[in-house]
């Protein structure tokens, strides 16, 4: 829109947006688990420290590989003498089997790198705790919310129920000015507090 475009409330009072769909609660935490990015991060690092494990475990049966290539001129004899130079090219591969301190040291890797596993399923676990106690605080709040709404819409429908006991009754020359003036006064307390808690909420 054009920053002149008039703009218009479309109702006469203050109305509570729903920003949120009205779903059971053990949905809004199986959704919330499935789509937190933390949650998904910490997937992600699970499944890699099982690829580490798992790396531990065949690193013995994998053998290192060596390639090696040389060449160039050369000659020898004896004394200072080195005649007959040629050229030669060597070329190498090597396959070596590494096996820390007889096996216990790869043993160790094993086990540490399995450590390392569980504590990233332990951290998994408190934070899905963490944001399952998110969600369902959230989502206490925001019925708490709702029912005190409802509690101050209902403060205001007296409040003005007595406003209008009292103007009658004034008017009937039965009642004070002071009685209208409380009343009116009670009324827009109630108002506010509707204002506040719809705006909370």
Do not use: M
Request: hydrophobic fraction near 40%; charge should be negative; proline fraction near 4%.
């Amino acid at each position: 829109l054009a920053p002149e475009t008039p703009l218009y409330a479309a109702d006469d009072r203050l109305v509570p947006l729903t920003l949120v769909s009205e779903a059971p609660l053990a949905e809004l935490v199986a959704q919330a688990q499935r789509f937190r990015p933390e949650l998904a991060n910490r997937r992600a690092q699970i499944e890699a420290r099982c690829e580490w494990v798992r790396l531990e475990e065949v690193r013995p049966f994998i053998p290192n590989l060596y390639v090696g290539a040389s060449a160039g001129g050369f000659g020898g004899g004896r004394g200072s003498d080195v005649p007959d130079f040629s050229g030669r090219a060597d070329f190498d591969i090597a396959a070596v089997w590494k096996l820390d301190n007889l096996g216990f040291g790869n043993h160790a890797a094993v086990d540490r790198r399995q450590s390392q596993y569980r504590q990233a399923i332990l951290e998994y676990h408190r934070i899905r705790d963490r944001v399952s106690t998110d969600v369902i605080q959230s989502y206490h709040s925001v019925q708490a919310a709702r029912e005190q709404i409802d509690l101050a819409r209902e403060n205001v429908n007296a409040a003005s129920q007595s406003l209008e006991g009292n103007l009658r009754r004034i008017r009937g020359l039965a009642g004070l000015p002071i009685e209208v003036l409380q009343s009116v006064t009670a009324l827009a307390q109630a108002r506010r507090a509707y204002v506040d808690v719809d705006i909370d909420y």
